[in-house]
């Protein structure tokens, strides 16, 4: 569990609602955006909400570099033309095609822990899975996971961020100064794979990048560090959330679980709606570029806005009983992949990683009981995810 006591983040969202869908909140010092439409709308349109919030950021050499080529905090259209570099390599077709190699890597993580009746879901399957996977799409020894699992604990343990807290926060100056080793070791480590691509290219993603133009010119090895990094972070930790999560989730719903294992054909709606409840990233940060109206609210220019994927997802104007966990739920139109020019590139990768690994789980195993004293979750303010989750298990 987190070290401090922060208010349950669920019920200060349906809270802060009774305050309007679109709300200035003077402690986080931003506007919070709560409803579905109005989500959608802030998302969606990225020439009047900026993912550029450099401006607010400490000037930082480290954090500089890491964040050039990283098309997820830029807008167009730039952000467009670094996107169009990757997106063939993810679209549902592609990513199908990595289906057998995902089935290899789960049935050798399971064989495994074949022997245990007790293994921990996160360390033995849920990160190791995702981690692989990408790793091996970018050409990066998969073997060092160890020291990925390090820097993203690094940027995402914040026991501390709560409701008090402007997003920024995450990045002030005490927390860049904190995290600088860090981001140095992985923009050393990833110039250092680049580079060993740029002279010995494989087929991997890496390569390719390399030798892509955007705009007419070639990246250079610095701006590929952040489209690498970005793609090997976020290509991994909220996939390890989301296999953690449904496991966690059908523990508390035995008649769900029961279902599934007697008609797997139900496992993607019940993921989707495990996305939805759980959401990996609870909520996103945008920059109002010019006064704008949102919601019927007018946001004035320069105003950070926080568009709350996991309030969105429990919008009853568009979810009916939107607490219950249905898994037989459609449509299902959760927001937790984002929408518009940003919507989750990894969003089909994760899909089929999550599909087939809960399959395989629910076919080896005939019970898998979480062990609930001993999970550890992290601090769900930054993202909802366990951190550990001990599981006793009887074999099918
Ligand atoms: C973008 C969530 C898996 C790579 C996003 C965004 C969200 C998200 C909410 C939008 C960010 C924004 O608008 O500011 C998730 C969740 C995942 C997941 C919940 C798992 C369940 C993956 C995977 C990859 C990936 C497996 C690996 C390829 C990316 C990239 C972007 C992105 C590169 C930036 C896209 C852009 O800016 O155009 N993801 N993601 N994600 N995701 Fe994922």
């Given at each position: 569990m987190t070290t401090r006591t922060l208010p349950d983040l669920f019920t200060w969202?349906?809270?802060?609602?009774l305050a309007g869908d679109v709300h200035y909140d003077e402690r986080q010092r931003s506007w919070l955006v709560l409803g579905h439409p109005e989500v959608t709308s802030v998302l969606g349109d990225p020439h009047r909400f900026s993912s550029d919030l450099g401006d607010l950021l400490p000037r930082q050499e480290d954090l500089e570099l890491f964040r050039r080529g990283n098309f997820v905090q830029m807008d167009p259209p730039r952000h467009d033309s670094l996107r169009r570099l990757v997106s063939r390599a993810f679209t549902p077709r592609v990513v199908a095609g990595l289906a057998p190699r995902i089935t290899a890597v789960t049935e050798e993580l399971l064989d495994e822990v074949a022997d245990a009746r007790r293994?921990?879901?996160v360390d033995d399957l849920a990160y190791p899975l995702p981690v692989i996977v990408i790793a091996e799409l970018l050409g990066i020894p998969a073997e060092d996971r160890p020291v990925f699992?390090?820097?993203?604990d690094a940027l995402f343990?914040?026991?501390?961020?709560?409701p008090d807290?402007?997003?920024?926060?995450?990045m002030d100056d005490q927390r860049v100064r904190a995290v600088a080793p860090v981001l140095r070791e992985m923009n050393e480590y990833l110039l250092r794979h680049v580079r060993a691509r740029r002279a010995a290219p494989g087929d991997d993603l890496t390569s390719g990048l390399v030798h892509a133009e955007a705009d007419g010119e070639q990246l250079d090895d610095e701006e590929i560090i952040g489209f690498v990094g970005l793609l090997l972070l976020a290509g991994h930790i909220t996939t390890t959330a989301t296999l953690g999560n449904t496991v966690a989730t059908l523990d508390q719903h035995p008649d769900a679980a029961a279902a599934l294992r007697a008609d797997p054909a139900l496992l993607p709606d019940a993921i989707e709606e495990v996305l939805r409840l759980r959401t990996p990233f609870p909520r996103l940060a945008r920059r109002a570029s010019t006064d704008t109206v949102v919601g019927g609210v007018t946001v004035?220019?320069?105003?950070?806005?926080?568009?709350?994927?996991?309030a969105a997802n429990r919008d009853a104007r568009v979810f009916a009983d939107p607490a219950r966990f249905d898994i037989r739920r459609t449509p299902n139109p959760h927001l937790t992949f984002g929408h518009g020019i940003h919507f989750c590139i990894g969003a089909p990768l994760?899909?089929?990683?999550?599909?087939?690994?809960?399959?395989?789980?629910l076919r080896r195993y005939r019970t898998i009981a979480v062990d609930t004293e001993s999970a550890v979750f992290r601090n769900p303010w930054v993202m909802l995810a366990p951190t550990k989750l001990p599981v006793e298990v009887t074999p099918a």
């Open positions: 969202l349906e809270h802060a609602r293994f921990d879901l699992r390090r820097w993203a343990e914040r026991p501390e961020i709560g807290d402007p997003l920024t926060r995450m004035p220019e320069g105003d950070v806005v926080v568009a709350w994927l996991a994760a899909r089929l990683e999550a599909r087939i690994a809960m399959e395989l789980l």
